[in-house]
């Protein structure tokens, strides 16, 4: 057994709780938003202070696992838990972070003798019962402390150590790109079928894509639910945000010189989403009108 302490008890966070309290490992967990608590059923000590998370956990042998939003909030997090640790602590970071970032507190915490461990996790709301990815990087012997915990995270062992300090975090930022094309993709393909030349199911499509096709997958199970509640969709706006990790997959890119076309497109696609009638819109269909005399939609007088 393992004492461990989470600091942040959103969705992710507390499937996390749920699946290392069912392995018999005792947890102390701190959010700012104390309500958390009264909506959990789970044997473990919620406190109101990242002082006392740590004053619960075994000095030269804590665990604190971050599950709070990528950026300012990791660095406020780890500014007020460092002069509260001790040599041969482990701090963990199982958010969507950016490898720059983590590179940067992997050397800030080891000036404090304290071990940084990035953890790429993958599963969302449905890793709770069905276990998480991970993706772990940082020192391999802090790896090693954690494997129990890994272990109860997981099914099938479903995790591995993938190097230096970042790595964890590089690995998630391009399986969240190639995430974006992949979901891109079957929608420009339901797209295309609802706007062909037959009258289609698209649900029964994706239902018969997803058994035996070679597109099946568990992004089409999700699909065929999505659609069995709501055929066309109409309960949805379609705006797509992005977490960031695309765009620093496409940054990475760049910078390494390696094609990513899909990726990239697949990126500026949930971009064109959130506009609406946008100039270059009205640019193009304007000049369309002045070099050919194209038809143009007048938008009505205010």
């Known amino acids: 057994m393992v004492s461990i302490g989470f600091v942040g008890m959103g969705k992710m966070g507390s499937g996390m709780i749920s699946r290392v309290l069912a392995s018999g490992h005792k947890v102390v967990a701190y959010d700012r938003d104390k309500n958390l608590k009264l909506d959990f059923k789970g044997d473990f000590k919620f406190l109101t202070e990242l002082e006392a998370l740590v004053g619960e956990l075994p000095a030269g042998k804590r665990l604190i696992w971050l599950m709070v939003p990528a950026g300012e909030a990791v660095d406020a997090c780890i500014n007020s838990l460092l002069p509260l640790l001790s040599a041969g602590d482990i701090l963990i970071d199982g958010g969507n972070s950016n490898f720059h970032d983590t590179k940067r507190r992997y050397d800030t915490c ?46 099938n062992h479903s995790y591995s150590y993938i190097g230096a300090p970042g790595s964890g975090h590089y690995v998630k930022m391009v399986h969240n790109a ?45 699909a065929e639910n999505m659609l069995e509640q709501d055929p066309n969709l109409s309960g949805f706006e379609g705006y797509v945000e992005d977490s960031g990790t695309g765009k620093w997959a496409v940054e990475e890119s ?3 010189q390696v094609p990513t076309p899909v990726l990239t497109t697949a990126l500026y696609s949930r971009f064109r989403s959130r506009r609406s009638n946008t100039i270059a819109d009205r640019f193009v269909a304007g000049l369309r009108n002045a070099f050919g005399g194209h038809a143009v939609r007048k938008r009505p007088s205010p």
């Open 110 to 155: 080891k000036m404090h003798q304290v071990s940084f461990v990035d953890v790429g996790t993958s599963g969302g709301i449905w890793g709770e019962n069905m276990g998480f990815c991970m993706m772990i990087g940082g020192d391999k012997s802090s790896f090693e402390t954690l494997v129990p915990v890994f272990d109860s995270l997981t099914s």
């Open 178 to 222: 190639v995430e974006y094309g992949l979901m891109q993709a079957y929608a420009e393909g339901v797209d295309l079928l609802e706007n062909g030349p037959y009258d289609l199911s698209i649900k029964d499509v994706i239902k018969v894509w997803n058994n035996g096709g070679v597109v099946r997958s568990w992004l089409l199970d999700l």
């Open 254 to 256: 760049l910078r390494a």
